[in-house]
Nanobody
Framework: QVQLVESGGGLVQPGRSLRLSCVATGSVTVSRMGWFRQVPGKPHRLVAIIDRSGYIDYGDSVKGRFTISRDYANNTAWLQMNSLKPEDTAVYYC?????????WGQGTQVTVSS
């Protein structure tokens, strides 16, 4: 059974950094990993994704500030978030595309506030 285990997140002041990590457990081959975020009353928004070819995409609001990376052998991905802004406050969900199916982590709260 596939599970996505997330870590990181928390409360941070504007301008500071946080790092999220996500591990896909089980003997699987992950095609794509990434994060989406959600604020109450609004749909999920893309933060960043990376696939096995090395293709990377970022949401417009995080380009130049966030960096996604991945360890293919260990089905692990990281999201380095720099220069955080209050508008980055959201629940961040890890996503993995495995054998034609989307899987989601439990979500981790990121709050950017002074």
């Amino acid at each position: 059974q596939v599970q996505l285990v997330e870590s990181g997140g928390g409360l941070v002041q504007p301008g500071r950094s946080l790092r999220l990590s996500c591990v896909a457990t089980g003997s699987v081959t992950v095609s794509r990993m990434g994060w989406f975020r959600q604020v109450p009353g609004k749909p999920h928004r893309l933060v960043a994704i990376i696939d096995r070819s090395g293709y990377i995409d970022y949401g417009d609001s995080v380009k130049g500030r966030f960096t996604i990376s991945r360890d293919y052998a260990n089905n692990t991905a990281w999201l380095q978030m720099n220069s955080l802004k209050p508008e980055d406050t959201a629940v961040y969900y890890c996503n993995a595309y495995i054998d034609g199916q989307d899987y989601w982590g439990q979500g981790t709260q990121v709050t950017v506030s002074s």
